[in-house]
């Protein structure tokens, strides 16, 4: 139910998202979708960022009911156990090797297919997914447990300061902000699927990624906990 409750907001997220590109000329600019930003236009503008804050309070909330989430120390020693903790190599392995790294986004973006994310969508993880891996630090061990400290304090004040822009909707010179902080919120929900899916996968006993054997699993959970990490750092900034 959780994966499928959140699939289905991602996907409303980047159709949103897209819409919100397309208003301010980001995209289509040759096809002539540029929409003026006045009379219906802002009324219209407002309706989308109040459905999409909507929206993100809903998935953070579910998220922040998962055992990654509200328990992540057992949740990773559990995990680490079970996978005899050699995520760490793989980990190098993906970041120096191109084809590697290549194969392994293909995986999960063919697993995020799977279970129900939109095309478009996955494009905007993948990359999200490939900064996680590009940019882990060679303190790695710390930067993890800083990762799993902070992230639930983070989602409850995350899920604070968006409801609380439910009430600014008006001031149009806030919207620019709300919609980057959005697309944050759309990229910690991503990298929650990333790490359900594959835990999922991975609890059966079946390879995650091809090439890189059942370790993957605990890899996209490394990776899929940086998304998150990530995303809600954004759309807190």
Avoid at 133 to 158: N, Y
Wanted: net charge negative; aromatic share 4%.
């Amino acid at each position: 139910m959780f994966v499928q409750e959140i699939c289905l907001i991602v996907n409303d997220l980047e159709l949103i998202l897209e819409e919100f590109e397309v208003q301010d000329g980001k995209r289509d600019r040759r096809r002539g979708l540029r929409r003026m930003v006045s009379g219906d236009g802002k009324r219209d503008r407002r309706h989308l960022l109040e459905r999409s804050v909507l929206l993100s309070v809903r998935g953070l909330k579910l998220l922040a009911q998962e055992p990654f989430i509200y328990d992540p120390d057992e949740y990773y020693d559990t995990m680490r156990a079970r996978l005899d903790e050699n995520e760490w190599a793989v980990r190098e392995e993906l970041r120096h090797d191109s084809t590697t790294l290549k194969l392994f986004l293909e995986a999960e973006c063919r697993l995020l297919r799977d279970l129900g994310v939109s095309g478009n969508a996955v494009g905007r993880l993948r990359d999200a997914i490939e900064g996680a891996i590009q940019e882990t630090s060679q303190d790695r061990e710390s930067l993890e447990a800083q990762v799993r400290s902070r992230l639930q304090e983070q989602m409850g004040s995350l899920i604070q300061e968006l409801t609380d822009e439910l009430s600014r909707l008006y001031d149009d010179d806030r919207h620019e902000k709300l919609i980057a902080r959005l697309a944050g919120v759309f990229e910690a929900l991503g990298g929650a699927l990333v790490v359900a899916g594959n835990a999922a996968v991975g609890a059966i006993g079946t390879p995650v990624t091809a090439g890189i054997s059942l370790v993957g699993a605990a890899v996209s959970t490394a990776v899929g906990t940086e998304v998150i990490s990530r995303g809600v750092d954004r759309a807190r900034s």
